[in-house]
């Protein structure tokens, strides 16, 4: 009896993780479950489960390497004396109530971000500005601004610029810029030379508070996006 129940749920996951017909990116957007910034873009993997409400947030200018997996939930509880989930696969009163799955909240991705290939980001993970996260790392906590991370779990290996520089980026806010302002700015935004993208860009003008988060986005609008979405095993695809 409890072989023909294993095989059963088996054949249940398989079909609801893996076989569900995707959405449109429009749907994935309306549904609120993942949001993409102004030019952002790549491939990805969310992972969602039934009984969570995550989400992943991305703002701008950010770009997702192939296969890389956002975890938004369905963890288990390893303080519990077992990890199974009784009450769910037994169909018991208590389901999806009683702490199962869990999740540690938003993954929120910054601006001007690059996620490589097979990178997997965990739940309540926030990558800050600026980031790098290297292939096939596994990154369980938070990311400072401009910082280089990798392995598994993901270690921070060093920050792209000074102190001070980065200070002076992360007020500059270029991501909220006119297109065609940035669009000057992109022979200095493809060189290494920051000191002179301070200097001359260093007092650009922004556009009102636009964070990752969606608080009083102005520039947050995902534009040129293509993407799909399954329960369980979700597909999120973005044009560059």
């Not at 992972?47 to 890389?68: C, K, M, Q, S």
């Not at 700015?185 to 493809?190: G, K, N, Q, T």
Request: hydrophobic content about 40%; aromatic content about 8%; overall charge neutral.
């Amino acid at each position: 009896m409890l072989r023909k129940w294993a095989a059963r749920t088996v054949a249940r996951l398989l079909k609801e993780h893996y076989s569900s017909a995707p959405d449109s990116f429009d749907s994935l957007r309306a549904s609120g479950l993942v949001t993409m910034g102004r030019c952002s873009g790549g491939e990805a993997v969310v992972h969602v489960y039934e009984g969570e409400n995550g989400r992943v947030i991305i703002g701008d200018f950010t770009g997702l390497g192939a296969y890389v997996e956002f975890l938004v939930g369905g963890g288990h509880r390893v303080d519990w004396i077992s990890t199974f989930p009784f009450r769910m696969q037994l169909g018991l009163p208590g389901a999806l109530e009683d702490g199962h799955p869990i999740t540690k909240g938003d993954i929120v991705i910054g601006h001007n971000v690059w996620i490589a290939r097979s990178a997997k980001i965990l739940s309540g993970v926030t990558i800050g500005n600026g980031a790098v996260v290297a292939a096939y790392s596994v990154v369980t906590r938070d990311v400072r601004p401009y910082a280089i991370v990798a392995g598994n779990p993901a270690r921070e290996i060093r920050r792209r610029f000074s102190d001070g520089q980065i200070e002076a980026l992360e007020k500059m806010r270029w991501n909220e810029w006119p297109m065609d302002k940035i669009i000057e700015a992109v022979p200095l935004l493809c060189s290494p030379d920051v000191e002179e993208f301070i200097r001359r860009y260093g007092d650009g003008a922004t556009a009102s508070a636009a964070y990752p988060d969606g608080t009083q986005a102005t520039s947050n609008t995902a534009t040129g996006n293509a993407g799909a979405l399954e329960r369980g095993r979700t597909s999120v695809a973005g044009t560059d």
